[in-house]
């Protein structure tokens, strides 16, 4: 498969707890992204990593890069019940213009 | 604010009818993408325009046709709408294409239900 995976595909944690995902691929990437989709909803953009770089923060949002393992993660720290969501990630490759999304990931952050 | 608005929010329609939805955008990127996303699934890239070029994608069925009229409006046409093509349908705009490293930026999605 093309897509990226992600890791696991369902998480339930309690409020205040981080919350861990991870993303493998297959090909070599120009750059990776990680979006947030509440249920229902568009597609919120998060962080962008390129290929160059190990690691990004945003907010309570950390992501990092290993190229050489080829995946990802997004750690999202002292989660709320609003990031309850599905988390995706998704890249470009090579030459290309597509942005190849994974299958996603539901995050439950329970009150 | 700037972005991206896609309407109708909810679009029902028979088996066989076409159905057109629409994207608008005030953001002047000159990419537009059109997603389909069927339930619990990833989003698949149908097509998109750069400025006034439209790029398909392989595996887009051809009932599926877009049009850009303008930098801020694209459309989703379904030419006989079958009931495989329920989904949400995901417009999203970039400055230049991905490849260039540049962000996506979606509107909320238009749900399908075809009857």
């Known amino acids: 498969s093309q897509q990226g995976e992600e890791d696991p595909q369902a998480l339930s944690i309690q409020e205040g707890e981080n919350a861990t995902m991870n993303c493998s691929y297959k090909t070599s990437i120009n750059n990776l992204q990680w979006y947030r989709q509440n249920s229902g909803r568009g597609l919120v953009h998060l962080i962008l990593?390129?290929?160059?770089?190990r690691e990004k923060h945003s907010g309570r949002l950390r992501v990092t890069l290993d190229t050489s393992k080829k995946s990802s993660s997004l750690l999202i720290t002292a989660s709320r019940a609003a990031d309850t969501a599905s988390y995706f990630c998704a890249r470009t490759q090579g030459g290309s213009e597509k942005l190849v999304f994974g299958k996603g990931m539901k995050l439950t952050v329970n009150p | 604010d700037a972005m991206v608005i896609q309407n109708p929010r909810y679009q029902v329609t028979q088996f066989g009818k076409p159905v057109t939805l629409s994207c608008s955008q005030t953001l002047n990127h000159n990419v537009m993408y059109w997603y389909q996303q069927k339930s619990s699934q990833a989003p698949k890239l149908l097509f998109h325009y750069y400025d006034k070029d439209f790029n398909n994608e392989a595996d887009t069925p051809d009932n599926f046709q877009s049009r850009r009229p303008n930098t801020s409006f694209c459309f989703l046409d379904i030419r006989s709408p079958g009931l495989g093509d329920a989904a949400m349908y995901l417009c999203?705009?970039?400055?230049?294409?991905?490849?260039?490293?540049?962000?996506?930026?979606f509107g909320p999605g238009t749900r399908l239900t075809v009857l």
């Open positions: 999203a705009t970039s400055r230049a294409p991905s490849g260039t490293k540049d962000t996506q930026y």
């Open positions: 990593i390129r290929s160059n770089e």
